[in-house]
């Protein structure tokens, strides 16, 4: 990757991180850590690996993307107003009726939404109902769905692996942001170990990529590529290894940042963490 | 039913490209086999997986397409309840869900695959239209007009052959009541095989001198609350007979209506609230209080309370 895309990607990042917090921030409490451990993935997605028209958000052409771990609305809302899907001054109001930006993403609310999700485990089915939508109809774009690993404990998002390889979905690329932690406990603790999602999503008939550096711009980037250049009938799963809260050290340190109270002050702090990481 | 099914999806996919088929492993059950064997880029096997099947149709309502999802009323009602609302009716998405057999159709599979709640449970989910065939020449008009209607649909349908009620040529318009006979003294409101067995209830009650109106409310919700408030002023004594918990469902619905705009006597012919069991149709009929005599003593002992206000 050249040095300038990396610093670009790495400045998006943390612009992404500086939104979701202060957006929180606004309404004081909302889903920090899931949205922080996949700011990276976004930066990547809006950074040039989708193709999308922020003024023409429905444009027909364009890829699709499905928040299946909905809560984590503030990272996609971030990524999309840096975009220009819509203005930035939208992101203040993030839960404050009559708000086009809910907690959990929503097709009929937000621009540059694809589908509705919130109810964990449905956005894998959805998302799969789209790439097929666009094979019926010969179309070439890809449909990306994002799982969060506790949402795999829901029995639908494995119909859903299952109905994906079936199907032949091999413009299907999702990503897992294994971040560990779900809202109780860590991952492991409810799963009785290793949730083993590479070896699970490979036996469901995927084409897997586990990227150890899940929250490096660089290696999903480049995930993000091999999985594009991938030529057989599979699905692409992307298990992306993240950290829950990842960039903000307030969050990164607490027992649970899955949803937390945030102030406007210690938005602040976060920012400047945040642009010590731009480069 | 069996044959009118396929045969009814066969016309739309002739006449609408972006209609498809999904089932979730019950095609030998109401006969789409071969319209899968013909069709196989139009008709979606998803395998025993129903709560994907439900999302799957509604990314694929998102990009356009027109899915007719097939499986029990059981399984297409309670076991994906939360899919139905979120992904499709909440997302305000085109999926129409066909759940067959519902209540005693169910027959041998039995209390555990009867479903005697469904309508009650899509009745309280905003914007999804809950419709039951009433027999062969409704069917194919019932899912012709839920195709040219946008909007997510829970379409009831036994699989059994039922009692033929309406001529070839009859027409039905989604949303209205049918008005199947006309009589001043009871007004009785029937849906799916409960519409025949009251039209039998009219001709008891009528060798008794009991004239009564039937009407095929087969659009439950949204309610056709004209009709049913006209013709319950006009008769001034109601009956409603549904294969369906008499809890939730169209007594209910129409009791809501009456209750509001025309409180005359009223009673409920349905499952009492019990669950179902395995059994030949005729016998649950019976065992269930759901045959045209149990609808004539009801609207027997409607009258009788008519008479004493």
Redo the contacts between chains.
């Keep these: 990757m050249e040095k300038e895309k990396k610093q670009e990607l790495l400045a998006f990042a943390a612009d992404i991180r500086t939104q979701v917090v202060s957006m929180i921030s606004k309404v004081g409490s909302g889903h920090v850590g899931g949205s922080l451990s996949a700011a990276d993935l976004m930066a990547c997605l809006y950074g040039g690996q989708m193709c999308v028209d922020p003024k023409n958000p429905r444009w027909d052409g364009r890829d699709r993307i499905v928040m299946s771990k909905g809560h984590a609305g503030p990272v996609m809302y971030a990524a999309l107003a840096l975009k220009g899907f819509f203005p930035m001054e939208m992101l203040n109001t993030l839960n404050q009726p009559p708000t086009q930006l809910p907690s959990h993403t929503d097709r009929n609310r937000t621009p540059g939404v694809d589908m509705t999700t919130g109810s964990l485990g449905q956005g894998a089915s959805t998302a799969a109902g789209i790439a097929l939508a666009l094979k019926l109809s010969g179309k070439e774009m890809y449909t990306y769905l994002i799982l969060g690993d506790g949402e795999c404990q829901e029995g639908q998002v494995w119909e859903a692996a299952g109905f994906a390889a079936a199907q032949k979905l091999n413009r299907l690329i999702a990503f897992l942001d294994y971040n560990g932690k779900q809202l109780d406990c860590e991952i492991a603790e409810t799963l009785g170990g290793d949730p083993a999602f590479a070896q699970k999503f490979a036996a469901f008939g995927w084409n897997v990529i586990d990227v150890l550096q899940g929250n490096d711009v660089e290696a999903i980037w480049n995930a993000i590529d091999q999985a594009k250049t991938y030529s057989g009938e599979k699905p692409t799963m992307v298990v992306l290894h993240t950290v829950k809260g990842k960039g903000w050290s307030e969050a990164e340190t607490q027992e649970s940042c899955h949803s937390m109270s945030v102030t406007v002050a210690q938005a602040a702090q976060a920012a400047a963490e945040f642009a010590q990481q731009k480069r | 039913m069996k044959k009118a099914y396929p045969a009814a999806l066969e016309a739309l996919f002739a006449k609408n490209d972006k209609v498809?088929s999904m089932d979730a492993d019950l095609m030998r059950a109401i006969g789409t086999v071969k319209l899968w064997r013909d069709h196989p880029?139009r008709v979606?096997e998803?395998?025993i997986?129903e709560?994907?099947?439900?999302?799957?149709?509604?990314?694929?309502?998102?990009?356009?397409?027109i899915p007719l999802t097939h499986t029990f009323a059981a399984f297409a009602s309670r076991r994906v309840m939360?899919?139905i609302?979120?992904?499709c009716a909440?997302?305000?998405l085109n999926v129409k869900m066909i759940g067959s057999d519902p209540g005693v159709v169910a027959q041998m599979n039995g209390g555990t695959h009867t479903a005697n709640e469904d309508i009650a449970m899509m009745r309280t989910l905003p914007d999804v239209t809950v419709v039951e065939v009433t027999d062969t020449v409704a069917l194919p008009q019932i899912l012709e007009q839920a195709v040219a209607q946008y909007g997510t649909f829970y379409i009831r349908l036994p699989r059994c052959a039922v009692p033929r009620v309406y001529a070839q040529n009859a027409r039905l318009i989604l949303g209205r009541a049918n008005v199947l006979r006309e009589g001043k003294d009871v007004a009785i409101f029937a849906c799916g095989i409960e519409v025949s067995a009251a039209l039998d209830a009219a001709e008891l009650l009528a060798s008794e001198g009991v004239e009564a109106t039937v009407m095929d409310v087969f659009t439950i919700q949204p309610l056709d609350r004209g009709a049913i408030l006209e013709a319950a002023e006009r008769t001034g004594a109601v009956v409603t007979a549904e294969n369906h918990s008499i809890n939730g469902g169209l007594g209910s619905a129409i009791a809501e209506c009456l209750g509001e705009g025309c409180p005359v006597p009223m009673e409920r012919v349905g499952n009492l609230g019990e669950f179902g069991d395995v059994g030949k149709l005729t016998d649950l009929m019976k065992r269930y209080h759901l045959t045209a005599k149990d609808i004539a003593e009801k609207a027997r002992k409607v009258l009788a309370r008519k008479q004493t206000i």
């Design positions: 498809l880029d979606i998803c395998g997986a709560a994907n099947m439900i999302g799957a149709a509604a990314g694929l309502s998102s990009e356009g397409y939360d899919q609302f979120m992904s909440y997302a305000k």
